[in-house]
């Protein structure tokens, strides 16, 4: 059965992008949210394998959704997504239990690797 992740990210673009790359690596995309509230509420939802999570969004930044993500489920498995030069906010959710972090622009080969490692 295809692992499945959700898609979290204000910007259509972007979540169109990273949909393209998984979908076509054998993962199923079962959600997609346009912010951390959304993220919160759809991971309930759905309950992914994986949840790419954008840093900077309106209602709720990435890294609020992460934390609230958390308690409803300790093991959920997060990678974060950010532009360039956000090193500082990086960190901040890896401490905060993000399993690794992809830097935009998305480099598709950098984003299955990252998919593949959390996945284990």
């Known amino acids: 059965m ?6 979290v990210d204000d910007a ?11 979908s076509k690596n054998g993962y199923e995309v079962c959600g ?5 509230l959304q993220a919160v509420e759809k991971y309930k939802e759905v309950r992914p394998d994986l ?3 954008d840093i900077t969004m309106p209602e709720m930044d990435g890294i609020a959704a992460l934390k609230e993500i958390k308690k409803i489920d300790p093991n959920a498995r997060v990678i974060m ?5 956000q090193q ?4 901040d959710a890896i401490q ?15 984003v ?5 490692k959390t996945l284990g």
């Open 81 to 85: 997504c950010s532009a360039m030069g």
């Open 51 to 53: 949840v790419t999570m």
């Open 88 to 91: 500082a906010m990086v960190i």
């Open 2 to 7: 295809a692992q499945r992740i959700l898609i």
């Open 32 to 36: 997609e949210a346009n912010d951390g």
């Open 12 to 22: 259509a673009f972007m979540r169109m992008m990273i949909r393209d790359i998984v």
């Open 96 to 110: 905060a239990g993000a399993k690794d972090f992809i830097v935009k622009p998305f480099q598709h080969d950098r």
């Open 112 to 116: 299955i690797e990252a998919i593949k």
